[in-house]
């Protein structure tokens, strides 16, 4: 089951800003043809930690005497995640695996359709899953908003709920408009044991920085990679248009508001690099443990 979630993990670190497309595009010539069957009936995914992705596989089976095109797969709603998929031809009897990743955004019940587009029509095949606290103590960086110009830097704080060193292996992002940053109290003296949790502690590892001269909105990931888990945390920033109109009785003040973004650092690397993931390329910032 590893390489399936390593496979719709890549899919999630490729797909920024696209999700919110995918998921509200309406679907269309919706039907259910008893020849062709999904196993298991529906897809369950329960007590998933908050930005730990979980993959599950479902089966279509064309039951029919002629071939099947299954042109599409995509969901309608942003917590699911479909790996990365081609079209293809089923032949009669023949059966696709189709890996679906939950990635949880909120604690709680979450339901979704994926939707399946065929030659013979769509299909709709339901999604139930429940979202749990992060052993960690992350979650996800949603709904902030911040005048175009001013700098978003939320700090990426992790716990470590283990009794043995939580290490860091690895943190980046895919996103061209996302920044990381060492922490400002790390200086080049004191970067040894950065990136190691000692057990039932808490420490900051990482900046993540935003800012952006447009208005819009704006969706990333943050990639953290632990010798324990590897946790995913999504990112949503809408940037608007800014104003000088100021109430009397209060001002306006953003949160995590800091100054303008500094020069990029150098790129940390560890002893022995972790390989990027499948889909990575040139413009993926990486952040790897200090040197010790």
């Known amino acids: 089951m590893w390489w399936s979630l390593a496979a719709a993990v890549a899919k999630i670190s490729c797909s920024g800003a696209d999700l919110a497309e995918a998921a509200s595009s309406t679907p269309l010539a919706i039907n259910s043809a008893s020849w062709v069957s999904i196993h298991p009936p529906t897809l369950e995914f329960t007590q998933r930690p908050l930005c730990i992705p979980a993959v599950e596989v479902a089966e279509l089976s064309n039951g029919a005497d002629t071939e099947l095109s299954v042109l599409s797969v995509t969901t309608d709603n942003v917590h699911f995640h479909p790996s990365s998929f081609k079209a293809t031809t089923l032949s009669p009897g023949e059966a696709l695996n189709i890996s679906i990743v939950f990635l949880p955004r909120t604690i709680g019940s979450v339901e979704g359709t994926l939707v399946i587009q065929t030659s013979a029509g769509g299909l709709l095949y339901q999604i139930h899953a429940q979202g749990v606290a992060n052993p960690y103590r992350l979650h996800p960086f949603l709904s902030a908003k911040l005048p175009t110009g001013a700098t978003y830097s939320p700090p990426i704080q992790v716990h470590n709920p283990h009794e043995t060193t939580l290490q860091i292996k690895e943190i980046y992002t895919s996103e061209e408009f996302l920044h990381l940053n060492m922490p400002e109290t790390v200086g080049d003296h004191r970067t040894n044991g950065l990136w190691e949790v000692p057990s039932r502690q808490t ?6 920085a935003f800012s952006s001269e447009q208005p819009g909105k704006y969706q990333g990931y943050v990639h953290v990679k632990t010798n324990y888990d590897t946790m995913i945390i999504p990112l949503e920033v809408s940037g608007v248009t800014r104003t000088w109109r100021l109430s ?17 650092t ?9 390989p990027p993931p499948p889909c990575a390329d040139h413009r993926h910032q990486r952040r790897h443990p200090p040197h010790s």
């Open 203 to 208: 420490k900051t590892v990482i900046n993540v």
């Open 248 to 264: 009397p009785a209060r001002s306006y003040q953003p949160a995590h508001v800091a100054p303008p973004l500094p020069p990029p």
């Open 266 to 274: 150098d790129r940390l690397r560890a002893p022995t690099p972790t």
